[in-house]
């Protein structure tokens, strides 16, 4: 006669008790709560406030689909991304690069350093009329105004995470006789790789302060400018659809950035103390 599995005692004796339902295993149930809410309260109190000083979410819904209508979201939205992806691209390359440098070299930290906490501690704000005095009103400042906005969260996390390298681990990689280009890619980069994604997901935020600064100046195309001209005519729920579009972005590109993290350094994961 087979003897009984452990599922048919616990069956049988009834030691399994029903896990009641909790409102606090739906996170996303919560969230989705939180919106409504807000959005309702938001519709209530923003029909009863001048509409020069403020709107509610349905104008916003009928402005955003006028503007989408019109082509003019779409068109202006093009160009801020393209400026954008332009200098935020250019930031992590060269925030990265040298970031990698100045964790690994003091010589260079040392070089460096003056310059780049000078250059961080100044608001880059400042600098937008001067660039703009140098570079015109055109794409190029826009790239450089976010450039400037993103480079230092990159650079200063990524030389942090390499400082922070085990001495053990790149010992360990020169006892196996590994090159320098192998303990660079194989050992550094991905240790200091939670690092440089931290300074990835602050970039991303300022990256997007810097655009609209820079667009703000200017006040010719994208959604800064969007932003000023209806501002200046007072259309209120217009300017809330670009605020929107701008938080749905940032959002957006910070739920990418998460999800390349957690692609790319799965090992982090297993690690983490919290669940």
Not at 39 to 50: A, H
Not at 119 to 136: C, N, R
Request: proline fraction near 4%.
């Amino acid at each position: 006669m087979a003897l009984p599995t452990d599922e048919q005692i616990i069956e049988q004796l009834q030691l399994r008790r029903e896990r009641r339902w909790s409102i606090y295993d739906h996170p996303n149930l919560i969230r989705s709560a939180s919106v409504i809410v807000f959005l309702l309260l938001w519709e209530f109190f923003g029909r009863k406030t001048d509409p020069i000083l403020f709107t509610y979410p349905t104008a916003v819904a009928d402005a955003f689909v006028k503007l989408i209508a019109s082509g003019e979201l779409i068109k202006q939205l093009a160009v801020s991304l393209s400026a954008l992806a332009v200098g935020f691209i250019a930031s992590l390359v060269l925030g990265v690069a040298l970031g990698l440098v100045l964790g690994m070299s003091r010589t260079a930290e040392a070089f460096f350093e003056p310059a780049i906490n000078a250059l961080y501690a100044t608001p880059q704000v400042a600098l937008t009329p001067l660039l703009m005095m140098w570079l015109g009103l055109g794409f190029s400042v826009k790239v450089t105004v976010v450039f400037l906005f993103a480079f230092f969260p990159i650079l200063i996390n990524t030389a942090s995470g390499a400082k922070n390298v085990s001495a053990a681990m790149v010992e360990v990689a020169r006892a196996y006789l590994a090159r320098p280009r192998e303990i660079l890619f194989k050992v550094i980069c991905p240790a200091a790789l939670p690092f440089i994604m931290a300074g990835v997901r602050i970039a991303i935020g300022r990256a997007l302060v810097g655009m609209i600064v820079a667009e703000l100046f200017t006040a010719i195309t994208g959604l800064g400018a969007m932003l000023s001209l209806y501002g200046n005519i007072f259309e209120t729920a217009k300017m809330f659809v670009v605020i929107v579009v701008l938080a749905g972005l940032g959002v957006g590109l910070v739920r990418l950035t998460q999800w390349l993290e957690r692609r790319l350094a799965t090992w982090k994961e297993t690690e983490r103390a919290l669940g």
